[in-house]
């Protein structure tokens, strides 16, 4: 599956922005999708995941509510709601599909999944 993230950029601290990832050349609507980040000089980071049916969610610990992912199979397509930013938010977005279909366990780690976007930079100012 091929992926392509936009919606990054310039945001000022406490404001918001939203990440979204098309896939193209998969059934997409059957794999678990998630959102990593890597910030320089840092590991990836796990950030947020959703099951296939957009049923079940789960987030990194440091998000705490502020972050909000969701999926339109019909469209093809995962976004990153992101809201009340913080500087320390600063990295570059992936979006990730999982490896296999209909994974029934939500999985937070980035081995579990094989397919990867280009990522999308955001800078949160101070």
């Not at 993230?5 to 990440?19: D, H, I, K, T």
């Not at 609507?29 to 980040?37: D, E, L, V």
Request: net charge positive; hydrophobic share 35%; proline share 2%.
């Amino acid at each position: 599956v091929q992926l392509v993230e936009s919606g990054g950029g310039l945001v000022q601290a406490g404001g918001s922005l939203r990440l979204s990832c098309e896939a193209s050349g998969r059934t997409f609507g059957t794999y678990a999708m998630g959102w990593f980040r890597q910030a320089p000089g840092k590991e990836r980071e796990f950030v947020a995941t959703i099951n296939w049916s957009g049923t079940m969610t789960d987030y990194g610990d440091f998000v705490k509510g502020r972050f909000t992912i969701s999926r339109d199979n019909a469209k093809s397509t995962v976004a990153l709601q992101m809201n009340s930013l913080k500087p320390e938010d600063t990295a570059v977005y992936y979006c990730a599909a999982h490896r296999a279909q209909y994974a029934k366990v939500l999985v937070t780690t980035s081995a579990y999944f094989n397919s990867w976007g280009q990522g999308t930079q955001v800078t949160v100012s101070s």
